[in-house]
């Protein structure tokens, strides 16, 4: 037992002995690579971290170098929410030895209780891009099998999903839950529908969106709370920010991806309430606050990382002019500390919730805006966002997080958003070719799927 501990220490230590060594050679020669094979070794930077301390765990904590798991055994979350963008580096070494890790090693059968919406974004988005990417029947194999274990999560009185499902007993809990994680299951569910030919998840997935749609205010908004159960909203603020923020990312996305005009239905009458109520123009520039839902009277103004999706969204849409006007509020945001905190108020450009946790939405946003308007600014925008990052949470062993922008004290965190999102869209910036937004739809975990069954 002694001998096989120490000899793991020996294998770890010489692990990080060559990511040191490679990451050093990389951040020295940085300069004279060309744009994206520098954000590719920002990434290896990164992943091989995660593979020297915490390979085969959710996540890795850089400062104190240890693995972490979310429930009580790990899903490999870093490695199945990272993998496309693997693959779509080119990375294909390292492709190769994760796709053997996750398909020999990875399973569903486990006794835990666990949120369908981060399950659902993170590892059933990452195993169906893998699988239409990778094109190994494994990771389809995974996805039907984890689609199946969340199903029982649909099973409310009013077809809204509970918040948890334990993955082997397919017992629910927490029937208070929101827009965001009930709407953001449409395009994960719908594409296992449509590549595995059973509509089971499609159709679960649907009713639970179109039953948040069915309940939203005269005046067409959505809360930030609901119960599955009796179907009464609970916190009636509505907004853009976290717990609503991507049902309106997936209403717009699942009238892209499957062409169903229901979606389009929804999202035209949702997006045109939001903008009315919702959206504050203000002396100094375009923002989206709280309002209450029923009667869209403002009881807030604040705005933060999460929010700074819809400017992408808007522009994505093709309500490009709105787009631009909002993605310079999130771009004066992000540079007023150098690098975006987590939320302020923009009446009095006061923070209000100061850590940085490696969020991608500003930069998905200026990719969007890059790749739909072909204007460089929003290019420059993307680089200089992503340049602060690099020299703010950059450490030494991979990236952390942040607990006050403004002092950039360290947090001892690497979410896996930040492999699956933030390095994308930062490469995919500089190789915008890479995709066809005609073809493919991104998750809101920056997975890319493409409608194979309309091809
Ligand atoms: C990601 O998990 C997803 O983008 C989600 O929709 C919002 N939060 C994180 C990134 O910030």
């Known amino acids: 037992m002694y001998a096989r501990t120490s000899l793991m220490r020996t294998c770890i230590l010489s692990a990080v002995l060559l990511v040191t060594v490679v990451t050093t050679t990389t951040t020295v020669r940085a300069q004279e690579l060309p744009p994206e094979a520098r954000v590719r070794s920002e990434f290896l930077h990164a992943w091989l971290g995660y593979k020297a301390f ?7 904590m850089p400062l104190s170098r240890e693995p972490k798991d979310w429930y009580s055994e790990s899903l490999f979350m870093t490695a199945v929410d990272g993998f496309d963008t693997l693959l779509l580096m080119g990375l294909s ?10 398909l020999s090693e990875l399973s569903f059968d486990k006794d835990m209780d666990v949120q369908v919406f981060e399950i659902t974004i993170r590892l059933l988005g990452g195993l169906l891009s893998s699988y239409q990417l990778d094109g190994s029947q494994g990771f389809l194999d995974l996805a039907k099998e984890l689609g199946d274990r969340l199903l029982p999560a649909f099973d409310s009185p009013t077809g809204m999903p509970y918040v948890y499902v334990n993955l082997k007993t397919g017992v629910t809990s927490r029937p208070v839950n929101n827009p965001a994680e009930i709407g953001t299951l449409m395009l994960e569910f719908g594409t296992l529908s449509k590549l595995t030919g059973d509509p089971v998840y499609y159709e679960k997935a649907k009713r639970g969106i179109q039953e948040v749609y069915r309940r939203r205010s005269e005046i067409g908004l959505v809360g930030t709370t609901i119960d599955v159960e009796s179907g009464a909203w609970g916190n009636t603020r509505s907004h ?33 309430a939001v903008n009315r109520y919702v959206a504050d123009e203000t ?31 808007l522009a994505y849409s093709g309500d490009t002019e709105r787009a631009a006007r909002l993605m310079d509020s999130c771009y004066r945001m992000w540079m007023k500390w150098g690098i975006e905190p987590e939320q302020i108020d923009y009446n009095t450009w006061q923070i209000t919730s100061p850590g940085y946790v ?15 308007t072909g204007d460089e600014k929003y290019r420059e925008m993307g680089r ?57 739809v991104f998750t809101t975990e920056a997975h890319p799927l493409r409608a194979t069954w309309r091809e």
């Open 54 to 60: 915490a390979w085969r765990h959710d996540e890795f």
């Open 93 to 102: 070494q390292e492709a190769s030895t994760t796709r053997d890790v996750i």
């Open 240 to 272: 853009i920010g976290g717990r609503i923020d991507s049902y309106y990312e997936y209403l717009y996305k699942a009238w892209r991806l499957f062409g169903d005009p229901d979606f389009k239905t929804m999202w035209d009458t949702s997006i045109a």
């Open 283 to 313: 002396p100094d520039g375009l923002w989206y606050g709280q309002v209450d839902m029923a009667s869209g009277e403002r009881v807030g103004t604040r705005f933060g990382a999460l929010e700074a999706f819809m400017p992408g969204l």
């Open 358 to 372: 490696l969020r991608p939405e500003n930069i998905e946003s200026a990719w969007y805006l890059f790749k739909i």
């Open 384 to 440: 200089a966002m992503f340049d602060s990052v690099r020299v703010a949470c950059r450490d030494f062993f991979a990236y952390h997080t942040l607990a006050d922008v403004r002092t950039k004290e360290a947090r001892d965190s690497m979410p896996s958003f930040f492999l699956a999102e933030t390095l994308k869209y930062a490469y995919l910036l500089e190789k915008p070719d890479l995709i066809d937004l005609d073809q493919v």
